[in-house]
């Protein structure tokens, strides 16, 4: 890569149309809905150059999407559904979360192993997406009403239900006493939020039109 590719690139290996579609629009799995079996299934490698930065998310999101729409035939439109999803909320005892330092650029999130995953400088509407993007089977609302940065660690011992979206087998929890809680505990218990599975509704991106693209 040239400097003057810096910043403008995104490549990504093995990657579903699905995935694409996911990180294109900032959704969840449930809410696309439609479109053939192959767009799970078929993997793809994906090496585009944007005419500017992309490393603000809206400009990688726009860039994604002019690419689904001209290398798939991406034609779809959108419906308020009911559907189950996760909230977040603030447990009743409160917040425990650290203030991030606003001097101190956000670092994202970074996970040194399933069920250990620390986040620097990042809002809770961001945690709640990743969430329910890699970790959960629902989608994940921030009802927190809680605007700010944080800096906070969370670890847990997932079950296997989790972590499905990413095709990774978690193996049942062994009997341990001293392995962290499952995730809704540890949730509540280190950062005072909760999980409660709601239905409300959602929009959901139904799919009209996709072709397989042809080779460059």
């Known amino acids: 890569m040239n400097d003057r590719e810096e910043g403008r690139r995104f490549t990504t290996h093995y990657t579903t149309?699905?995935?694409?579609?996911?990180?294109a629009y900032t959704i969840d799995r449930q809410q696309v809905v439609g479109g053939p079996a192959w767009i799970t299934k078929d993997e793809y490698d994906v090496d585009a150059v944007a005419g500017e930065d992309i490393h603000n998310g809206e400009k990688l999101q726009a860039m994604l999407q002019?690419?689904?729409?001209?290398?798939?035939?991406?034609?779809?439109?959108?419906?308020?559904?009911?559907?189950?999803?996760?909230?977040?909320?603030?447990?009743?005892?409160?917040?425990?979360?650290?203030?991030?330092?606003p001097n101190v650029p956000a670092n994202g999130a970074s996970c040194e192993h399933l069920g250990s995953c620390t986040y620097?400088?990042?809002?809770?509407e961001h945690f709640a997406r990743w969430l329910g993007f890699v970790v959960l089977d629902k989608p994940v609302?921030?009802?927190?009403?809680?605007?700010?940065?944080?800096?906070?660690?969370?670890k847990w011992t997932p079950d296997e239900t989790q972590?499905?979206?990413?095709?990774?087998?978690?193996?049942?929890?062994?009997?341990n006493p001293n392995a962290p809680p499952g995730l809704f505990t540890a949730i509540e218990e280190q950062l005072g939020l909760r999980l409660e599975v709601r239905?409300?509704?959602?929009?959901?991106l139904v799919i009209e039109h996709?072709?397989?693209?042809?080779?460059?």
């Open 141 to 154: 609302s921030d009802k927190t009403g809680l605007t700010g940065r944080y800096d906070f660690t969370l």
């Open 120 to 124: 620097r400088g990042e809002p809770l």
């Open 199 to 204: 239905k409300n509704p959602a929009e959901v």
């Open 17 to 23: 149309l699905s995935d694409l579609i996911l990180m």
């Open 210 to 216: 996709v072709e397989r693209p042809t080779e460059n």
């Open 66 to 101: 002019k690419l689904l729409a001209d290398r798939f035939q991406l034609t779809f439109h959108r419906e308020q559904r009911e559907m189950s999803v996760y909230s977040l909320t603030v447990a009743k005892g409160g917040p425990k979360l650290k203030a991030a330092d």
């Open 163 to 175: 972590f499905a979206g990413m095709d990774v087998h978690v193996p049942a929890p062994v009997d």
